[in-house]
């Protein structure tokens, strides 16, 4: 490993018709398997100005799925004016400075985290100040994140030693979390709710790494158990939700000199409707632009990703940093 490149850890019937089934409330756990290759839901991606519930979709304000450009001008400032090689102190340092990269999430996170780890190792134009630190951890959703005293920071300190960096070379995250269960409970009060405990975690991010200056954040892929296809939907809402309200200026997400969290951004919306309407994979997609989830990119409690579903996010996830006017500074060579 190179210097600098360091990453730490349907019944048959319907079947035979080609019939994607939309299993109903209620289903029980037993009918979570891979004949669940549609939710119905729309991605916000495709909702556009279409609503859900009352909300208008896309990924960001006034159902746009462009980031708008003042937001996209600060993150491209940040990144080439603070996300510098630094110093085990925090002080800049191009010559023998690191810029560390961590995850923070879920069991799904860690899993599809280190994936990217290794798949950007064969990135022939990473950035050889780049460390790439893995954070995230089985079990602890976002409730965990959330409390600041938990000892998911610990851990999380622990590993960037490990990786012979400091809290003070913390300068990007990616965050994927979710509650136990998928349960978010009504909406929109659930993703509202979700969203408040991602700003809780980003703050107490930004408050262990004070160099902490841009977070990309992502939702769940798709999940073929029917009882937690919405809460997984829904969690973009959350997401969508959060980067809203701080290009919209809400206080408890302020970013820059003075901020309590990082600028943040989607990174990137994973979220596809299955195999899409016809039910067969490379046929109609489950989102407009091609992308759809197998059941066989989920093992076998259809929720977590397998080899191929963790490969598949981490190159949308290496996709969106080599080339993201906000992250190319820093990220490519």
């Not at 119905?40 to 519930?53: A, E, F, Q, R, S």
């Not at 006034?62 to 004016?81: F, K, L």
Request: proline share 5%; glycine share 12%.
């Amino acid at each position: 490993m190179k210097p600098g490149r360091l990453g730490v850890y349907l019944t048959a019937a319907a079947t035979a018709l080609g019939v994607a089934l939309i299993p109903q409330p209620g289903a029980s756990a037993a009918q979570t398997d891979c004949t669940y290759t549609r939710s119905g839901l729309v991605p916000l991606n495709d909702l556009g100005t279409g609503t859900y519930k009352g909300l208008t979709g896309g990924l960001y304000p006034n159902g746009s799925n462009v980031r708008p450009t003042a937001h996209t001008n600060a993150g491209v400032n940040i990144a080439q004016n603070h996300v510098l090689p630094r110093n085990a102190s925090g002080q800049v340092d191009l010559v023998n400075g690191k810029v560390v990269l961590i995850s923070i999430g879920m069991s799904n996170t860690t899993q599809e985290f280190q994936k990217f780890i290794a798949t950007s190792q064969a990135y022939a134009n990473l950035n050889d100040k780049l460390v790439i630190v893995d954070g995230a951890q089985g079990g602890k959703d976002a409730s965990a994140w959330a409390n600041p005293a938990d000892t998911t920071w610990s851990v999380l300190s622990t590993r960037l030693s490990s990786a012979g960096v400091t809290p003070a070379q913390v300068q990007a995250v990616w965050l994927k979390e979710q509650y136990v269960g998928d349960n978010l409970g009504a909406f929109p009060q659930g993703a509202q709710n979700l969203r408040n405990s991602l700003a809780s975690i980003l703050r107490n991010a930004r408050t262990n790494y004070p160099n902490l200056a841009l977070g990309y954040v992502a939702s769940r892929i798709y999940t073929y158990n029917p009882l937690r296809s919405a809460g997984a939907y829904e969690q973009g809402w959350a997401v969508k939700k959060l980067i809203e309200d701080q290009i919209n200026g809400a206080s408890d997400l302020t970013y820059g000199a003075g901020g309590v969290a990082p600028w943040l951004s989607w990174g990137p919306y994973m979220w596809a409707d299955g195999l899409g309407a016809d039910g067969v994979a490379g046929g109609t997609p489950g989102r407009s632009d091609g992308l759809e989830w197998a059941c066989s990119d989920l093992v076998t409690d259809r929720v977590h990703p397998s080899a191929t579903g963790q490969q598949k996010v981490a190159n949308l996830l290496l996709n969106q940093l080599s080339t993201d006017p906000t992250s190319t500074p820093w990220f490519n060579k």
